[in-house]
Nanobody, 114 residues
Framework: VQLQASGGGLVQAGRSLRLSCTAS????????MDWYRQAPGKEREWVAS???????NYADSVKGRFTISRDNAKKTVYLQMDSLKPEDTADYYCKTWESRTIYWGQGTLVTVSS
């Protein structure tokens, strides 16, 4: 199983970024997908989830600014991040699970300057 995350970068506050996470080796259509983030010196925190059926859920800190979506044909989950704030600076990770095993992608760094 591989989860390949991409799309991070340096952006000014108020701007947007879109992260992608492409999966291989799993039955993507059946899997829920999550995005987490970890800021320097802080614990990893949950950001957003999308079920296999497309239902979504968000942390309060990003609700109304971030949108999680999925393209099953491309086996890819996205995180559209709008109105970015400096406090959104973190490494962002995608996560899924299958057969009671959790899989993490490598982080993609998002840096938001003020």
């Amino acid at each position: 199983v591989q989860l390949q995350a991409s799309g991070g970068g340096l952006v000014q506050a108020g701007r947007s970024l879109r992260l992608s996470c492409t999966a291989s080796g799993i039955n993507f259509v059946r899997n829920g997908m999550d995005w987490y983030r970890q800021a320097p010196g802080k614990e990893r925190e949950w950001v957003a989830s999308i079920t296999s059926g497309g239902s979504t859920n968000y942390a309060d800190s990003v609700k109304g600014r971030f949108t999680i979506s999925r393209d099953n044909a491309k086996k890819t989950v996205y995180l559209q991040m709008d109105s970015l704030k400096p406090e959104d600076t973190a490494d962002y990770y995608c996560k899924t699970w299958e057969s009671r095993t959790i899989y993490w992608g490598q982080g993609t760094l998002v840096t938001v300057s003020s």
